[in-house]
């Protein structure tokens, strides 16, 4: 149960339990049809198998305490938990509110899952591999040619005014492993990152647009060179593209959500979506009590101001 943001094509939202790859899998393997098909099903708590062959009762009952005790401390204003293993749901388990104040969390709660939207990507990206597009030592221009001429600001990708050319164009494995050099502008510690919050590249129209103001930025290190959490993924997006001529969100829907029954996964939330909603909180350091963490200025989940 999940939606893709606007700043990345890669972060969505998320329904339902903790641990997207492994409830990935689960939903590959649970319900059934007829005639020996199988029915993809995303987890509920009805499926829990109790007692579970793979976890004591005294351990799961000592997780839900610590879950609640979150709850009841103001740690968090709600938390759902999925603990999966060798196919069965040993513990499902939900406590708290959407919001401060707000309804209780249900099964069908909406979160944003942000960064765990990656290993969505990186399932499209491996079976788009299966299927022999694309290898691990491709050079990235391979798919998006406006990435063959990159630059880099040396200097721990500080110093903008004497940039070099790369040693080479980042492969795939660097893409995939965030070595390619590229920065991504979640914080202005280096003058590549300022660059990223500047010129927001994840904030265009479209993954073309993205590539295009992405071949802009220099790189913060030679590619190869230095490991830095980047726009890598996002690019990947962008490759999925051109690899199956679909959109991104396209692609992930038919080969993706639709197969493991995440119905409530995409980009977009509509206005009867709003009253499941959760609110996202960061703790305050002077009151120790929970603020609203607002969304990026000028973006909106219920507004369709980008393809997806």
């Known amino acids: 149960m999940s939606t893709l943001t606007k700043k990345s094509r890669a972060w969505l939202l ?3 339990a903790v641990g997207v790859a492994s409830v990935l899998a689960a939903c590959a393997t649970m319900g059934g049809g007829g005639s020996g098909s199988s029915v993809a099903k995303w987890p509920s708590q009805a499926d829990v198998v109790s007692p579970s062959p793979a976890f004591t009762a005294d351990g799961l009952a000592a997780l839900d305490a610590k879950m609640k005790e979150a709850v ?27 919001s401060v104040g707000g309804p209780p969390i249900t099964e069908n709660t909406l979160f944003r899952i942000r960064s ?83 010129r927001s590249p994840m904030y265009e129209k479209d993954m073309n647009a993205m590539v295009k103001r992405v071949a802009e930025i220099p790189l913060l290190a030679q590619p190869g060179t230095k490991w830095s959490y980047s726009i890598g993924i996002d690019v990947q ?10 959109s991104f969100g396209e692609y992930l829907k038919k080969n993706v959500f ?35 963490f607002p969304d990026p200025e000028g973006r909106t989940f219920f507004k369709k101001d980008h393809e997806e």
């Not at 968090?76 to 069965?88: C, E, I, M, N, T």
């Not at 997006?237 to 679909?246: P, Q, R, T, V």
């Open 72 to 98: 009841d401390k103001g740690q968090v204003a709600g938390v759902q938990y999925l603990v999966f293993k060798d196919g069965k749901v040993a513990d499902y388990k939900i406590f708290g509110s959407q």
């Open 116 to 198: 765990m939207s990656k290993p969505i990507t990186g399932v499209a990206m491996m079976q788009l591999y299966e299927k022999g597009l694309w290898k691990p030592d491709d050079p990235i221009s391979k798919f998006l040619p406006e990435l063959a001429h990159l630059k880099v600001a040396p200097n721990n990708g500080n110093d903008m005014d004497h940039l070099v050319d790369a040693s080479h164009v980042p492969t795939m494995r660097e893409l995939f492993t965030h070595t390619a050099g590229f920065g991504y502008g979640l914080s202005a510690a280096t003058a590549v990152d300022r660059a990223f919050i500047e």
């Open 258 to 292: 639709s197969p493991l029954g995440m119905n409530d996964s995409g980009f977009w939330l509509t206005d009867k979506d709003r009253a499941r909603f959760a609110t996202v909180y960061q703790r305050n350091n002077e009151t120790g009590k929970l603020d609203e």
């Open 237 to 246: 997006g962008a490759i999925i593209e051109k690899l199956s001529g679909m």
């Open 14 to 16: 998320a329904g339902a």
